[in-house]
């Protein structure tokens, strides 16, 4: 009985409630019916597992197989600290005037939503993570930034990038093709408490697509000037007054073999 329950509020889901589990093509939509089948996928445990999950727990030490990391003074560390995420990846001192602090991967990921479609197995690229700090308005708006980039010593002053940057101390989520950007400001991001952050990198009806979202909200979406080469993960950061202490939480990427609306 549970699973011909199971199979009915399927075909609830599909029809949109039409209990009499005819289709109607005035008020059901492809959409609907996509997103049903992905659902009985999800839940029947078929949806494609993380490529990558980084939670600092390693009780071992950081993993540099996986990761880079740079900070003059001293080096990162993992803490328990007050954060949400423990333990999470952090600098150990404040930042001192023009210092950087960075975490890079090692390994590069596909990143081609222009030509991604029926003749690719990759079809989505997602990145997620947890990130705050302090004193954000020391922060150096001209380099810090985090999401994708072609090479490790990249920054927010690189050429092909893709993620979220600063100006005026403020969030802004980024898409930058051979110098030329698409750049929409996310007033609502506070840094000073933890944000998730996410990035989901895809084709849509054929035109490629950034989607940009903040705490599980959307909050820019980007088709213009969009880079298509294998990326890196960055997380850069940079003071140009008085210090900052970034910490970053779960870190996780993943591919997807068709797109999970």
Known sequence: M???????RVLDRVMNQDNTHTFDRTTDSLEAISAAIWWLIVT????????LYEGWQDELGIDFTLWTLTHPAIAWTRGAG?????????????MVLNEVAQLVGNQRWQIAPDTWGTNTIVRQTVLEFEFTTTLVANLDNAVCF????????????????IGFGLLGDVVQAVTDLAAAETVTAIAAADLATYNKFRIEILAVAGVGTVLFYLNEVLVATHITNLPDLPMYPNFQFDTEGGG???????????HHDAIIP
């Open 2 to 8: 549970a699973f011909i329950d199971f199979l009915g």
């Open 44 to 51: 029947g445990g078929g949806r494609p597992d993380m490529d």
């Open 82 to 94: 007050a954060g949400v995420a423990a333990p999470f990846l952090t600098a150990t001192t404040t």
């Open 146 to 161: 985090w999401g994708f980039t072609p090479a490790q010593a990249n920054n927010r002053a690189s050429n092909n990038i």
């Open 244 to 254: 900052a202490v970034p910490q970053i939480g779960v870190v996780r990427i993943w």
